[in-house]
């Protein structure tokens, strides 16, 4: 059975940083591109970031490129967010997905097979 946990989330003031951790189990995790979503209340899901399989290409969504770096640890079957300078806009609860395949090749939430149940990020003063 899949499961991909997210943990390191919470209450964050504006121009802070956080490391959200998703721990994936039950998968062979070097088989997967891995990716971080983002949906925010009255917003469709969105893509943060993705990595592929061996972290040799990432993808960003506009507003977060020199912010936040995604990174993973095969050994470990563990995807890592890394969110700095933080803003009341990055308020969202934020998904660990996994999609089978070596590369990146959607930005769309229907693209990917497996999903953990979220850790929500507050920016707020």
């Known amino acids: 059975q899949v499961q991909l946990v997210e943990s390191g989330g919470g209450l964050v003031q504006p121009g802070g940083s956080l490391t959200l951790a998703c721990d994936a189990n039950?998968?062979?995790?070097?088989?997967?591109?891995m990716a971080w979503f983002r949906q925010a209340p009255g917003s469709h899901r969105e893509m943060v970031a993705a990595?592929?399989?061996?972290?040799?290409?990432?993808y960003y969504t506009r507003s977060v490129i020199g912010r936040f770096t995604i990174s993973r640890a095969n050994a470990d079957n563990m995807v890592y967010l890394r969110m700095n300078s933080l803003s009341p806009e990055d308020t969202a609860v934020y998904y660990c997905?996994?999609?089978?395949?070596?590369?990146?090749?959607?930005?769309?939430?229907?693209?990917?097979?497996?999903w953990g149940l979220g850790t929500q990020v507050t920016v707020s003063s």
């Open positions: 990595i592929n399989w061996n972290g040799g290409d990432t």
């Open positions: 039950g998968l062979r995790f070097r088989d997967y591109t």
């Open positions: 997905a996994a999609d089978l395949a070596d590369g990146i090749r959607t930005t769309h939430d229907a693209g990917y097979d497996y």
